[in-house]
């Protein structure tokens, strides 16, 4: 972490955070002037599936509208660098965007099952808008795992295993490892695998719930985001 860069951009986010809650909204041109054009890229990028420059546009114009309600930039900490957590809630506007326009494609075609073989395209193939989806799943659960990590790594191991679709008794073997075992000694961490994963408040699935809280929390977002 650049210490005296995120210092700079946190004097920046102050002054702006100001000067907006006063009603200045120009306070927040400098910040345009600096990151507009790359995140115009970048959107560019995220929804060139959509051949649809204008769509782009809206996306970015819509977020620097965001902004002037000084939540967003009051809000930052210096936690990461002011263009790293600008990024953030300007990639969850774009996921917004790209699976309203998805499900609204979906309901003006009409589309049924039986017309996804047209031109050889199976039902099963993945649309862009759902391809996103995924991806920004994907990268919440990781960055759930890493927080989860840092504070009880046992914990966060236990979940990789149970993302990997190992039950209990698999789990428990992994753990012991390749030095021969009773069928005894297999049942007692079994057990305690079980018991450590399940506990109410304090198990592994506890805690991860409790960090992806914080996680949805932190990206503005709720577990409905998370599971459409």
Known sequence: ??????????????????????????????VYRKYHPVFMGYTRRRVKDFNDESRATSIVDDFWVELLNAK?????QGLSSLKTYL?????????????????QNAYANNISSSDNNIDGFGADDVSPEKD??????????????????????TD????KMHMEGLNYQEM???LLGNKPKSDKEIKKKTDAVKKQFTR?????????????ER???KNQLAYGDLLN
């Not at 650049?2 to 041109?29: H, V």
């Not at 920004?136 to 009880?152: G, I």
């Open 1 to 30: 972490m650049d210490i005296a860069k995120n210092y700079g951009d946190l004097s920046l986010a102050q002054e702006t955070c100001t000067e907006l809650r006063a009603g200045n909204n120009d306070a927040i041109l400098p």
């Open 72 to 76: 967003a930039i009051c809000d930052f």
């Open 87 to 103: 990024f953030k809630i300007l990639n969850f506007r774009i996921v917004d965007n790209v699976r309203r326009a998805g499900r």
């Open 132 to 153: 996103l989806m995924a991806k920004e799943k994907v990268r919440l659960v990781n960055e759930t795992l890493l927080m989860l990590t840092d504070s009880s790594p």
């Open 156 to 159: 966060a191991h236990l979940m």
């Open 172 to 174: 428990a073997e992994k």
């Open 200 to 212: 109410k408040t304090s198990g592994s699935m506890a805690k991860f719930k409790s960090c992806l």
């Open 215 to 217: 996680i949805m929390t």
